[in-house]
């Protein structure tokens, strides 16, 4: 091959590189506002959808539940406010929250009780 059809098709394929970044940028951006504007799942939506008691995974989940040696006397993590207002469905979701929290607790305490002295 000469050096012209050689410079030509470099150039020539740089084009088509060029034209797929533009094709992948323009599907990137309507991908991303698509998720943008997408209907988020309202909280009550989700508080309905979580089960009635803690399942097994959230249980012995340690990140969520602490360990054996938790007395009580510290408290349970929650979600931050950041810098909004505390309204009543706020307030009421927090103790929610805190009351599954406390409730897991008591749940694996009294489970681990049960599986220490029966085994």
């Given at each position: 091959m000469s050096d012209s059809v050689t410079?030509?098709?470099?150039?020539?394929?740089?084009l088509y590189i060029v034209l797929l970044l533009v094709m992948l940028q323009?599907?990137?951006?309507?991908?991303?506002?698509?998720?943008?504007?997408?209907?988020?799942?309202?909280?009550?939506?989700?508080?309905?959808?979580?089960?009635?008691?803690?399942?097994?995974?959230?249980?012995?989940?340690?990140?969520?539940?602490?360990?054996?040696y938790y007395s009580g006397s510290s408290c349970l993590?929650?979600?931050k406010l950041n810098l909004q207002f505390l309204t009543l469905h706020d307030y009421l979701l927090r103790n929610f929250h805190l009351?599954?929290?406390?409730?897991?607790?008591?749940?694996?305490h009294i489970t681990t009780e049960l599986l220490v002295t029966n085994y």
């Open positions: 410079r030509h098709f470099c150039w020539v394929l740089l323009s599907l990137l951006i309507s991908v991303l506002q698509v998720f943008h504007h997408e209907r988020r799942l309202s909280q009550l939506d989700a508080v309905n959808e979580m089960p009635l008691y803690p399942t097994e995974q959230i249980v012995w989940d340690e990140n969520i539940v602490p360990g054996e993590a929650l979600p009351f599954r929290l406390e409730s897991t607790c008591k749940y694996k």
